[in-house]
């Protein structure tokens, strides 16, 4: 009896004791781009590096407690959408008709499940909406108004557009607007501040999760690489990858799966792959941004090919840490 009582306790507590021993990890990044540490106020960044470490401690405690690596890269992003510092949610930028139009997208690479929305304007957290794309809907991508007459049915919370607007990227489509009126081109990597996160859970799951503003000035209903599974956003049994920069790009080449298969069919190391693709094959056709990703040993890479990308990690073994420049 008391044997077959400790058989039974052991079967139960035996999955827990497993997943503790599973490597933990999560990355994150808040956008790629031209930065200068001159034009970065130690305030700013400071505000920045907080917010990074927020979403950071709100996805790591998911997958401390046992979660998935689903619902830590949801908390994640959410908290960075929440944030005014970046381009998604609160603080995405403005298109040509001075409206905030967003896309996200989330991938369970255990289940090759994928969710995308794009155009939307009254999400609040733009990637719940592409969540509950793959989990509530028998599809993969919604745009626009049919997106969020979804979302009312399922329960998202809606706000008033107004919500998104901040001053700081109000000014930077009138910047953009008065280069445009002047036949200047946008300084390369102008664009900058999309969030993404990628974790592997204690169930050896990985989970990407990718939201966007887009690109300040865009028109015609332009949609970028975030909401684009392969290109912008990936997850599969072995690799996640979350991507930012321009979008145009990063599709062409289909940078996030591109990055995945090169680990899969020729059995390239995560830095190998991420470093070809992001290095090399993007500015061979002119592409400017970066990558965060990681593998089912948990190992990390943020690659980029612009002056910085906001990005933190939180390894296996538990060390973490917020970067902006190459350091
Ligand atoms: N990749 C995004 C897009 O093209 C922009 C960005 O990462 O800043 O929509």
């Known amino acids: 009896m008391l044997r077959s ?6 079967l139960l507590v035996s999955p827990i004791l497993c997943a503790a021993d599973k490597p933990l990890a999560l990355v994150i ?7 200068s540490r001159e034009a970065l106020t130690p305030e700013r960044e400071a505000e920045i590096r907080a917010d990074l470490d927020r979403a950071l401690d709100a996805g790591h405690a998911v997958l401390r407690a046992g979660g998935s690596a689903l619902d830590a890269v949801t908390a994640a992003v959410v908290v960075l959408e ?13 298109n040509a008709e001075g409206v905030n139009e967003l896309d ?6 255990a289940t090759q499940r994928a969710g995308a929305v794009a155009a939307i304007h009254r999400t609040k957290n733009p990637i719940r909406l592409a969540r509950a794309v793959m989990e509530q809907s028998r599809h993969v991508m919604l745009i626009g108004e049919g997106a969020e007459k979804f979302g009312e049915s399922v329960g998202i919370e809606f706000v008033d557009p107004a919500y998104f607007r901040t001053e700081h990227r109000w000014q930077q489509l009138q910047d953009a607007k008065a280069r445009e009126a002047a036949q200047a081109a946008l300084p390369r990597g102008y664009h900058y501040g999309t969030v993404g996160a990628v974790a592997l859970d204690g169930e050896g799951r990985i989970a990407t999760a990718t939201s966007t503003g887009g690109t300040t000035n865009k028109r015609w209903g332009r949609v970028g690489d975030t909401p684009v599974i392969g290109a912008g956003t990936y ?6 990858v979350s991507a930012t920069g321009t979008g145009e790009f990063f599709i062409r080449l289909m940078v996030a799966y591109d990055i995945c298969a090169r680990m899969e069919y020729r059995g390239d190391s995560l830095a190998a792959a991420a470093e070809e693709v992001v290095m090399k094959r993007l500015p061979a056709i002119g592409g400017d941004g970066g990558i965060i990703a990681l593998d089912g040993e948990g190992n990390i890479s943020a690659t980029f090919n612009t002056s910085g990308m906001y990005r933190g990690w939180i390894k296996p073994d538990g060390t973490r840490g917020t970067a902006i420049f190459k350091e």
């Open 5 to 10: 009582a400790a058989f039974v306790l052991s």
């Open 29 to 35: 990044h808040g956008g790629a781009g031209t930065m």
């Open 235 to 240: 997850a599969g049994a072995r690799c996640g």
């Open 82 to 94: 929440d944030s005014p510092h970046f381009n998604a949610g609160k603080g995405a930028v403005f």
């Open 104 to 109: 996200a997208a989330i991938m369970d690479g």
